[in-house]
């Protein structure tokens, strides 16, 4: 019976099961009709309990299908991360490819290889306007990886701050073993500036290049990122304090960096001219036609993508191969190095965090070494050998 007394107690107690879970409790009344009413609401309210919980179960078991647990983590990651559209771009592949029904504690090794030989065979992204994408090379064993341990991010990340239906962590039984599918790559081999490839920079024609003449310069100098360049603000530019305070990488969790560069005497003589041509944005160009919004002859701040074209064709008109944008921070740095030889004032200069990721950086060759034994040649001398009998 669901209404019994109990030989220690003077109420009436309510017994039943309801979802599988048993429930009983004290009436806390003496009459059998009171007591009754009681355990009709108890049911009432342990099926509500239940529905709800089956609906948060229902929604918990699919927050963990692909697309859902991609759409949650890019919402939760977006704002912390410095390679946000690149995540977001790799997130949009992986859902692409897996099947809808795809679940995260499915995934298997076996999964991922099959992932990795399909990512393979994708080719790389043709630039705006091009519609020929089959004559495009394949992506590259990087652009493999960086799939890898985006896929592997998704699962980390709910590790750490997603919980089941129990409250308790997320765990996967048959989490695929990602080292085992990285593909090897080259190692990259820093690229510095010979004086040969600098001069023919420095006397390349520059009346195609005048509105990109001041960032090539800028970045020389001061070796900050593509990006902190291009968007650098004037609000960022603290004449009084002789310093550059621009917001740097978003470290997990969404702390954010200042990166510091002091105002030189070079780096004034490259930013005083340009007073006066935007009142946001430092580096600008003079629109050369009229087209998409812009009007001929007045200027607009410059973008990662016209910037970037630019500097390839400087480079090519230059005859400098394989040497990025990128490159003129490495080259600053080592350059610096080879002058002083501290790694910690390279380390300054380049805003690092870690000392190791600044090594990295340091391009040596073999003059270096060259140069290194002979400074220290005179500090080992050969043994003095006796005369041969």
């Known amino acids: 019976m669901s209404i019994h007394r109990r030989p220690n107690s003077p109420y009436y107690w309510y017994d039943f099961v309801c979802a599988g879970k048993r429930i009983q409790c004290s009436t806390g009344v003496t009459t059998k009709r009171a007591a009754r009413a009681i355990e009709r609401e108890a049911r009432k309210k342990a099926k509500r309990q239940a529905a709800i919980m089956r609906e948060a179960e229902k929604l918990l078991d699919d927050s963990l299908r692909l697309e859902n647990a991609a759409l949650r983590y ?50 790389a992204i043709p630039p705006r306007g091009k519609r020929e994408p089959e004559t495009y090379p394949l992506v590259s064993p990087q652009t493999v990886n960086h799939t890898i341990v985006r896929l592997q991010a998704l699962f980390t990340h709910a590790k750490r701050h997603w919980s089941d239906r129990k409250g308790e962590k997320i765990r996967f039984r048959a989490e695929p073993t990602w080292k085992s599918h990285k593909l090897d790559v080259p190692r990259n081999v820093v690229r510095v500036l010979d004086d040969n490839e600098r001069g023919r920079l420095d006397s390349t024609n520059r009346s195609e290049f005048e509105d990109f003449v001041p960032i090539i310069g800028f970045a020389t100098t001061t070796a900050l990122r593509f990006m902190s360049c291009v968007t650098l603000r004037w609000s960022e530019v603290l004449w009084e304090m002789g310093v550059i305070e621009k917001p740097g990488k978003r ?95 390279v380390n300054k200069l380049l805003n690092h965090s870690d000392i190791e990721t600044t090594m990295r950086y340091i391009g040596a060759d073999m003059r270096d070494v060259a140069k290194a034994m002979e400074e220290t040649d005179s500090e080992h001398t050969l043994p003095t050998l006796g005369s041969p009998h």
């Open 74 to 123: 890019w919402e939760e990651v977006k704002d912390k991360l410095a390679g946000a559209r690149n995540t977001k771009r790799d997130l949009a592949w992986l859902v692409q490819y897996f099947p809808d029904d795809t679940f995260l504690t499915n995934i298997t090794d076996k999964d991922v290889a099959n992932m990795v030989a399909a990512r393979r065979n994708c080719r």
């Open 251 to 345: 470290k997990p969790g969404g702390r954010e960096k200042i990166e510091r560069v002091p105002i030189t005497a070079r780096v004034r003589e490259i930013l005083e001219p340009l007073k006066g041509h935007h009142p946001i944005y430092v580096f600008t160009y003079v629109a050369k036609r009229t087209r998409d919004g812009r009007i001929k002859g007045q200027r607009y701040p410059l973008t990662a993508q016209g910037t970037a074209t630019m500097w390839k064709r400087l480079c090519a008109k230059a005859g400098v191969k394989n040497f990025g944008f990128h490159g003129l921070r490495r080259d600053r740095a080592t350059k610096i190095w080879r002058a002083t030889g501290d790694f910690l004032i």
